[in-house]
């Protein structure tokens, strides 16, 4: 089986291209920076260290990426890695490893990227709603639920 789940920042906003003829179709390619779960120790200081991952999108999802991913816009990817080779025009033979997108979705909140300008670190909280009866949406894209409400809630 093969099949690849990521989750990191775009280093780069995506490489848009379209193919010409009788399918004419788009693709996407961009860079995901991926968090690695340890942390790299030179000289006594812990370093964060990231893989830099090529993505490539055909189709609707190349469209999507198109229209709504920018640098540091943190997402989920799920695919497949394809690796494959050519010879450059040095005669170098170059091998290549893409994941070729099946499916993206942002994993953070709109709110969450724009108050963090390049949205990275912590979250911001909204101010309270004006209407007490009225529920506010906390930084995290989650709704708060207001108190006494639990007997008109279809479920328990």
């Given at each position: 089986?093969?099949?690849v789940?990521?989750?990191?920042?775009l280093t780069r906003d995506?490489?848009?291209?379209?193919?010409?003829?009788?399918?004419?179709?788009s693709?996407?390619?961009?860079?995901?920076?991926?968090?690695r779960?340890?942390?790299r120790?030179?000289g006594g200081?812990?370093q964060?260290?990231?893989?830099?991952?090529s993505?490539v999108a055909?189709g609707?999802?190349?469209e999507?990426?198109e229209?709504?991913l920018?640098?540091?816009t943190?997402i989920?990817?799920?695919g497949?890695?394809?690796?494959?080779s050519y010879?450059n025009?040095?005669?170098q033979?170059?091998y290549?490893?893409?994941?070729?997108?099946?499916?993206?979705?942002?994993?953070?909140?709109?709110?969450?990227?724009?108050?963090n300008?390049?949205g990275?670190?912590?979250?911001?909280?909204?101010?309270?709603?004006?209407?007490?009866g009225?529920a506010?949406?906390?930084?995290?894209?989650f709704?708060?639920?207001?108190?006494?409400i639990d007997?008109e809630l279809?479920?328990?």
């Amino acid at each position: 089986m093969n099949k690849v789940i990521l989750m990191g920042r775009l280093t780069r906003d995506p490489d848009i291209r379209y193919s010409t003829g009788e399918n004419a179709s788009s693709f996407a390619r961009y860079t995901l920076a991926v968090d690695r779960r340890f942390t790299r120790r030179d000289g006594g200081d812990s370093q964060q260290t990231a893989d830099f991952i090529s993505c490539v999108a055909f189709g609707k999802s190349a469209e999507f990426a198109e229209k709504y991913l920018r640098q540091g816009t943190k997402i989920v990817v799920t695919g497949r890695i394809q690796t494959g080779s050519y010879t450059n025009r040095d005669g170098q033979k170059v091998y290549t490893t893409d994941v070729v997108v099946e499916d993206q979705e942002f994993a953070e909140s709109k709110s969450a990227a724009a108050g963090n300008g390049s949205g990275m670190g912590t979250q911001s909280a909204r101010p309270a709603a004006a209407n007490p009866g009225q529920a506010s949406a906390p930084g995290d894209g989650f709704m708060n639920i207001p108190e006494g409400i639990d007997e008109e809630l279809p479920f328990n």
